[in-house]
């Protein structure tokens, strides 16, 4: 009867140890607009200042290009190129859905807007609509879970993307998410008609101040020749403090 008695516990034991397991994994079972907006917190900060690095592949050779930028949260950028010579002083102001590029060779400022946004910065495979964005993907794109698969060795999510915002420069978006880290390691951009426009891949991530910050893109156009565009972020402050002249078109001049 003791043995009996013994188990019977054991049984009850390891079949609530069970329910648990269950719960437990249940709790972590995402939607696609949940994962989506764990990618947004790693992506999106307060207040920034970032040096990086573009590596344009070209078909004569390759450039590379640095600019240091500083950031307010989604509405807010100032940008400056800082080398090479040629390109050093050339400045780029975004506020909310505006871009103005200032040009220290003819000491002209310029607007960019309508299809200008469309076209290359500095001959690179980003255009101004990829600089300029840093928004909240989750408020732009509807989500859902297309697959799962192994990318570079990292277990992923495949979301597919929908936009859900007329203003957008992408209609869709195939997206890999590392299940881990939450940073989205290669991304195909498609046009309305289904197109694909654009590729991105991320190289190498980083844990910076508490979040997973990509450290290493290459952006590809897909309708272009060529290796495509390396970007690279060699340093990067959050929370930094930033006087709010730099955001005026007033800095552009400075």
């Not at 590379?64 to 002083?89: C, D, H, M, N, V």
């Not at 220290?104 to 495979?125: C, E, F, N, W, Y």
Request: one cysteine or more.
């Amino acid at each position: 009867m003791i043995k009996n008695k013994i188990t019977v516990k054991s049984a009850a034991v390891i079949l609530g140890l069970l329910l648990t397991s269950v719960s437990s994994a249940a709790a972590q079972v995402l939607t696609g607009e949940e994962i989506l907006r764990r990618v947004d917190e790693n992506q999106i900060a307060g207040n920034r200042i970032v040096i990086s690095a573009m590596v344009i592949h070209g078909r004569r050779g390759d450039r590379t290009l640095k600019l240091k930028s500083w950031i307010q949260g989604e509405e807010k950028s100032f940008s400056e190129y800082i080398a090479p010579p040629r390109e050093a002083g050339v400045k780029m102001l975004k506020l909310e859905d505006q871009l103005w590029t200032y040009y220290p060779s003819t000491d002209r400022t310029i607007k960019i807007a309508g299809h200008l946004l469309r076209q290359s910065v500095m001959g690179s495979d980003l255009s101004y609509e990829d600089m300029m964005e840093d928004s909240e993907l989750a408020t732009a794109y509807e989500a859902v879970i297309f697959a799962e698969e192994t990318f570079k060795d990292r277990p992923c999510w495949i979301l597919n993307l929908t936009a859900s915002k007329d203003d957008v420069a992408y209609q869709s978006r195939k997206v890999w998410v590392d299940r881990e880290r939450f940073v989205p390691l290669r991304e195909e951009r498609f046009a309305k008609s289904g197109e694909l426009l654009k590729t991105m891949e991320i190289t190498r991530v980083s844990f910076e101040q508490e979040r997973w910050v990509a450290m290493h893109m290459i952006f590809k156009d897909a309708l272009k020749n060529g290796k495509g565009t390396e970007f690279i972020v060699e340093a990067i402050e959050f929370d930094a403090d930033i006087p709010e002249y730099i955001f005026s078109k007033a800095a552009l001049r400075r």
